[in-house]
């Protein structure tokens, strides 16, 4: 029986994944890569790895999540070493929790190896630390978009106890969220900045408050990263990859 590597790829900047992220890429029989993912790591895949998109592409549907679990377990029934590549954290909203499950059922054996996720890469190339000594002791990772987490409870209980908001996939919703955090009590002047392809060459930064980012919101699309809180002022003291030189900076998606 071959064996599943469900792999976090980090946030963009290939140097930012693991070494055993590396040696899951280079022993792989087949990868199965989301979009995410920096194409400079296939490179260093066996030549006669197959390479398998399961992002979207425009005009294709997706592979849906049934048909990845699927050709996870019959790779590894082939006998093949297969590594399942994401963006970020494979556990971090990237579906990885699922992937294990169907593995586990199926008896197949896998190992889990971490990414950094961009709620932490992307700040942390903008110069916003999550937590910062007097500033903010309390990070939270949510997603823009969760139905069932779209109560009185859970937005007051946000405002009221986290001091640092990381929100995934939020920009589309932002203005709904702004409007819902306020209402529950959030400042207005509270400091927002939003970071578009964070650790990348494409790295765009927009900084503001809750009350005016949005005349900003056209300048950024998916993906981005969100981060409330006062720890966003720090920026300013602390920014550093914009500043770098375009030739130091590694990463191009
Ligand atoms: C489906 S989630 C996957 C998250 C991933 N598993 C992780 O740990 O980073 C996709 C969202 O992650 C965020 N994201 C991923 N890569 C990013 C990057 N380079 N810069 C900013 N945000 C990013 C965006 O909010 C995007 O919509």
């Given at each position: 029986?071959?064996?599943?590597?469900?792999?976090?790829?980090?946030?963009g900047?290939?140097?930012?994944?693991?070494i055993?992220?590396?040696?899951a890429?280079?022993?792989?029989?087949?990868?199965?890569?989301?979009?995410?993912?920096?194409?400079?790591?296939?490179?260093?895949?066996?030549?006669?790895?197959?390479?398998?998109?399961?992002?979207?592409?425009?005009g294709?549907?997706?592979?849906?999540?049934?048909?990845?679990?699927?050709?996870?377990?019959?790779?590894?029934?082939?006998?093949?070493?297969?590594?399942?590549?994401?963006?970020?954290?494979?556990?971090?909203?990237?579906?990885?929790?699922?992937?294990?499950?169907?593995?586990?059922?199926?008896?197949?054996?896998?190992?889990?190896?971490?990414?950094?996720?961009?709620?932490?890469?992307?700040?942390?190339?903008?110069?916003?630390?999550?937590?910062?000594?007097?500033?903010?002791?309390?990070?939270?990772?949510?997603?823009?978009y969760?139905?069932e987490?779209?109560?009185?409870?859970?937005?007051?209980?946000?405002?009221?106890?986290?001091?640092?908001?990381?929100?995934?996939?939020?920009?589309?919703?932002?203005?709904?969220?702004?409007?819902?955090?306020?209402?529950?009590?959030?400042?207005?002047?509270?400091?927002?900045?939003?970071?578009?392809?964070?650790?990348?060459?494409?790295?765009?930064?927009?900084?503001?408050?809750l009350?005016?980012?949005?005349?900003?919101?056209?300048?950024?699309?998916?993906?981005?990263?969100?981060?409330?809180?006062?720890?966003?002022?720090?920026?300013?003291?602390?920014?550093?990859?914009?500043?770098?030189?375009?030739?130091?900076?590694?990463?191009?998606?």
């Amino acid at each position: 029986m071959g064996k599943v590597y469900l792999v976090g790829a980090g946030p963009g900047d290939p140097e930012l994944l693991t070494i055993k992220g590396l040696r899951a890429i280079k022993e792989a029989d087949v990868i199965l890569f989301d979009r995410l993912v920096n194409g400079e790591l296939l490179g260093y895949a066996k030549q006669d790895a197959e390479l398998i998109y399961c992002g979207k592409q425009p005009g294709r549907h997706a592979l849906i999540q049934e048909e990845i679990n699927a050709m996870l377990c019959q790779f590894a029934n082939q006998d093949k070493v297969v590594t399942r590549l994401k963006g970020g954290d494979p556990l971090i909203f990237g579906r990885g929790g699922e992937e294990a499950f169907v593995l586990r059922e199926q008896g197949i054996p896998f190992e889990i190896v971490p990414g950094i996720t961009s709620g932490s890469a992307a700040p942390t190339y903008a110069g916003i630390p999550l937590t910062h000594r007097n500033v903010s002791s309390s990070v939270a990772f949510i997603a823009g978009y969760n139905p069932e987490k779209d109560t009185s409870d859970y937005w007051r209980s946000l405002v009221r106890t986290v001091e640092t908001l990381c929100i995934y996939m939020g920009v589309k919703r932002f203005p709904d969220m702004r409007d819902r955090l306020v209402e529950h009590g959030m400042d207005q002047e509270t400091p927002v900045a939003i970071i578009h392809w964070g650790t990348t060459k494409q790295q765009k930064t927009i900084t503001g408050t809750l009350a005016t980012i949005t005349d900003q919101l056209d300048e950024v699309s998916n993906p981005s990263m969100i981060i409330i809180g006062e720890v966003v002022k720090l920026r300013e003291h602390i920014q550093w990859f914009d500043e770098l030189s375009a030739d130091l900076v590694s990463s191009e998606l």
